[in-house]
């Protein structure tokens, strides 16, 4: 038995999202001599533009104005354990799906230059990766969702641990240990709602399913121990600053738009929905955490002397914001969460390839070995500015749009709360500012900064296309809000509704 | 004169002993230049007992001589699959063989005989075909261990095997001794009626089946009675480490199987607790010793005593559920250690063991498909998907929770999580380090085809495990 949900596509655009970029990666492993690199690189590009390509239909097709699932897909898997291979999108997985898509694009196209060994497998980890994230958030199979969940720590593991920094090993090890603890909790988790459920591991009928709140509770701290190590929240957030550090660009970005994610989304998809009496219940201690990552760690962040770990800490503080989007409940919130998301994923993906830019001129990520870099690149100080403001969640960027809205529900819940919530727009400031003022602004610091070179074309269309998304979605973020309604409203009708 | 036994549901062994007994002779008369000649005999006897296995394929249980021999769709399907992965071990360390001056007929007949005992442990319906069939497979791997007659380290593997051996012979026919007191039979279904109607004392049969789960622990090499493992896997030659490490396995689940399920299954209650002490150690101490380890066969040791604390598990449902998933994990993991020792067995050269794990060190550079296939098993048995060994540990795992023991499932994810830490330890060695030595893995034409199809298997029924799992759980119907 399949369920209640029913094919509805022509086309399964669901599955080409997922095994279009799949499928070019194994193509592209099979390039893995060095004499064939320039064609890996080609075919790693044309199979992340043809990943992106399959998505766009998504947009252009989705409803808006209804909650269903959309593009379902629904074959028999494993019937032994009643698994199936069941797919669909609502408001919520759409706009990570397409970020997902077009990150890839720019992921591939910034490792073109910089990666000279082994170019096949880091494309490929890269393509793979793509595919299976888009998997995670298609998914409506808890065997499904767990196994694209899981299958994306190999590539992320392998990008990290061979095209890594110098303390890459520790780095890679750590970031595979952390994540594997908490999704492996969350599998049991996933055995036990399937046999209390009787046997069904459907994620949408697991929402109609009664639960105890001493199982409810259970369950959410295995779905914690899952979810809070993905967003990262505090206090599990120790692998990212070293993840992030000693990841390549590529990785560093993936990691931060797209991997990050995955963490909110299964809050959302998962915890709301399934746990709405333990979400009430804990909230408070949800809504504590958020509040330590953005403050706290906003003050950590200040201090960083490296600048990828100065933007791996500012993105554990966003995504706090996501987090305490979450558990206020209302449409405000949960949709400013959302929007964060998906700003964060540009925004962090535009100071890491800024950060990249910068480190493949000079192999030093110390804020202290730079200074004065508008005088030598000015294009691309104009650029860093723009990203910077946005990161500080400047009007008119697509930082503010969720920020403003998660200050404006948290204020409506509490002042005190709104009050400390809006001291990211302070300290993100203070930490993105300052770290631009070190790096860019003064005088010249030293030679190696005065014989720097400009952005390459390919540098400057890579950001141009960022500097495109953070505006459009800073300016007239309608289009991606007008999808989440319906989905949001039905995600609060259920959270609402107690379970007990 | 009329045989008074129906003969065809035994076929498979007798194809097997004929065959030993003609590799016994023709490799008499072969000169050492010829020596293949045995070799191929050897492959085309495994091949031909391999067919004969799905050739009787018994839809419902036949019982022959006596009730003492069992055909059932499960023995058929495990001696189908000890075959299988007794030819490819001899096919991948056939260059390991011949480079150490092991390349005999001694070593196929010993194989041969091996594998006539697991099968006939597979098919026994008796306490006593049992025993016969266990004594056949260990009297021959004792053999195995120490073919390399100049190696101290043999010698002395093959010595603690065979006294601890003996002595987990012994416990098991004092507890067969004591339910045949309790029963008055030694008739396996004959045994499980009288337990199943209350018949039998029930104290002495708990006191006989405590021996018996002892003995059942000694071959599946379950804490407390894995100390010969690690010696046993670290001194025989990696050929014959992979030898004990893959198809008797599947013996040692069938000898679960046969006695636990299959006579002692009213005992269900008394033997569950045993079994969840049993699992409970083996995956704790068998994960948490493994990291301490600098060998690979070691390592690979105690790594099978944890996966096998983590199959245990599957019997504590006592019901098919539970026992399919049983099954399912130990091919799963037969398959696995299969290509496993496989490319350790490809990194070794003349007079160079490669059972350091430095060993592994760059293997991405100098040969990436092996790396790749290395890479697939050490997922594999940590458990992530989309590799076999996911769903192996699913399956189990679901088995505890369906008996209400989450707690036991929390605690093997945990030790799971530590395994994975090893694990990920040679992929970090295989693609993150340089190599000290630039040279390509060489195999032959055929260990190189089928390795690679062998480890491929591990993904392909890592994205269908339907196939595989299904099988497991309609054998385990029709037979029980």
């Keep these: 038995m399949v369920g209640p949900l029913k094919a509805t596509t022509v086309l399964p655009y669901l599955s080409l999202a997922i095994w279009v970029p799949v499928a070019a990666g194994i193509l592209v492993l099979a390039l893995h001599r060095d004499r064939d690199a320039a064609a890996a690189r080609w075919l790693a590009l044309v199979g992340a533009l043809a990943g992106f390509a399959v998505t766009l239909p998504l947009y252009a097709h989705f409803l808006i104005g209804t909650a269903e699932m959309q593009f379902v897909e629904a074959v028999e898997w494993i019937p032994r354990f009643n698994v199936n291979y069941l797919l669909g999108v609502d408001g919520i997985s759409l706009p990570l799906i397409l970020l997902n898509s077009f990150i890839t694009v720019l992921v591939v196209w910034a490792g073109w230059v910089v990666i000279q060994s082994r170019v096949a497998q880091y494309m490929a980890a890269f393509l793979i990766m793509s595919g299976l994230t888009n998997g995670v958030f298609a998914a409506l199979d808890g065997v499904l969702f767990y196994v694209f969940f899981e299958a994306m720590l190999v590539p992320l593991y392998l990008i990290i641990g061979i095209w890594g920094g110098p303390n890459r090993v520790y780095a890679a090890i750590k970031f595979f240990l952390y994540t594997l603890l908490g999704s492996l909790l969350m599998l049991v988790a996933l055995i036990y709602l399937y046999s209390i459920s009787g046997g069904s591991f459907s994620i949408l009928e697991w929402y109609q399913l009664p639960l105890s709140l001493k199982t409810q509770i259970l369950l959410f701290v295995a779905f914690f121990a899952a979810f809070s190590v993905k967003v990262p929240m505090w206090p599990v957030h120790t692998w990212l600053p070293d993840a992030h550090t000693e990841a390549p660009t590529g990785g560093s970005v993936v990691l931060a738009a797209i991997t990050l994610k995955v963490g909110g989304y299964g809050f959302i998809r998962f915890v709301l929905p399934i746990l709405p009496d333990a979400s009430h219940y804990l909230s408070g201690f949800m809504i504590a955490l958020s509040l330590i990552a953005i403050v706290y760690i906003g003050f950590v962040a200040l201090v960083q002397p490296d600048m990828k770990r100065l933007i791996a800490y500012s993105s554990i503080s966003h995504m706090g914001f996501v987090t305490l989007g979450l558990f206020l409940f209302s449409a405000m919130g949960v949709e400013g969460g959302l929007v964060q998301m998906i700003s964060h994923g540009f925004v962090s993906a535009a100071l890491f390839l800024c950060v990249g830019v910068l480190y493949d001129r000079m192999h030093s990520r110390q804020i202290a070995d730079y200074g004065g870099v508008v005088n030598t690149m000015p294009k691309f100080a104009a650029f860093a500015m723009l990203f910077a403001m946005a990161n500080s969640g400047l009007p008119g960027t697509s930082g503010f749009v969720g920020e403003f809205m998660v200050v404006l529900a948290s204020v409506k819940a509490n002042f005190w709360l709104g009050f400390l919530a809006a001291t990211i727009m302070i300290l993100g400031a203070a930490y993105t500012l300052w770290m631009y003022k070190r790096v860019w602004y003064g005088q010249v610091g030293n030679a190696h900064v005065a014989a720097l070179k400009d952005l390459s074309q390919r540098e400057f269309w890579l950001l141009g296309a960022l500097v495109l998304a953070v505006l459009a979605l800073g300016v007239y973020p309608k289009p991606f809000t007008d999808v989440m309604h319906a989905s949001v409203a039905d995600l609060l009708a259920h959270v609402a509704q107690s379970k007990l | ?480």
């Design chain 2, 1 to 480: 004169m009329a045989i008074p036994f129906n003969l065809t549901p035994a076929l498979p062994e007798m194809t097997l002993l004929v065959s030993a007994c003609v590799v016994l002779i023709v490799d008499l008369f072969v000169p050492e230049s010829r020596r293949q000649i045995s070799y191929w005999l050897t492959q085309l006897g495994l091949l031909a007992t391999a067919w004969f296995s799905l050739y009787v394929f018994h839809e419902t249980p036949v019982h022959t001589f006596g009730g003492t021999f069992i055909a059932d769709a499960l023995a058929d399907l495990l001696k189908f699959f000890s075959c299988i992965t007794v030819i490819l071990t001899l096919l991948y360390s056939r260059v390991y063989l011949a480079a150490r001056g092991l390349f005999r007929g001694e070593t196929f007949v010993l194989m041969m005989f091996s594998l006539l005992g697991m099968m006939v442990m597979i098919s026994a319906g008796h306490f006593l075909t049992l025993y016969l069939g266990l004594e056949l497979m260990s009297l021959s791997l004792y053999a195995m261990v120490a073919l390399q007659r100049d190696s101290d380290v043999a010698v002395e593997a093959s010595m603690k095997y065979f006294v601890l051996g003996a002595l987990a012979s012994g416990l098991l026919l004092y507890g067969m001794s004591m339910v045949y007191g309790a029963t008055g039979s030694l008739d396996i279904d004959r045994v499980a009626v009288s337990v199943f109607t209350g018949n039998a004392n029930r104290t002495i049969l708990v006191f006989g089946l405590v021996f018996v789960v002892s003995a059942i622990a000694f071959k599946l090499a379950a804490v407390p009675y894995h100390m010969w493992v690690p010696d046993v896997y670290e001194g025989a030659p990696t050929a014959v480490t992979l030898f004990i490490g893959s198809a008797p396995e599947l013996a040692a689940f069938a000898f679960a199987i046969r006695l636990l399920v299959g006579s002692l299954a009213a005992m269900w209650v008394d033997w569950q607790g045993m079994l969840i002490v049993l699992a409970l150690l083996s995956m704790i101490v068998g994960n948490v010793v493994a990291i301490a380890q600098s060998n690979v066969k070691r390592m690979l040791a105690y790594s099978t005593i944890a996966n096998m604390g983590y199959m245990l598990m599957g019997f504590l449902t006592a019901n098919v559920n539970g026992y399919s998933a049983a099954m399912f994990y130990t091919l799963t993991y037969v398959l696995t250690t299969l290509v496993g020792f496989g490319i350790v067995l490809l990194l070794s050269r003349r007079g160079f063991e490669a059972d350091q794990l430095d060993d592994f060190k760059g293997l991405n550079q100098r040969s990436p498909w092996y790396a790749l296939m290395m890479l697939l098993v050490m997922f594999s048995l940590a458990g992530i998907p989309p590799t076999v060994g996911f769903y192996a540990k699913f399956a189990v795992i679901e088995a505890a929770i369906d008996v209400g023991l989450v707690w036991l499932a929390v605690i093997a994810v945990l030790t799971s999580l530590i395994g994975a830490f090893y694990y990920l330890r040679i992929v970090k060695l295989m693609y993150f380090d340089e190599a000290q030595d630039q040279t390509p893995l060489e195999a032959r034409f055929d260990t190189r085809v089928l390795l690679s199809l062998n480890g491929l298997a591990l993904l392909l029924f890592g994205v269908f495990p339907q196939q595989l799992m299904g099988m497991c759980v309609v054998a385990l119907t029709r037979s029980y």
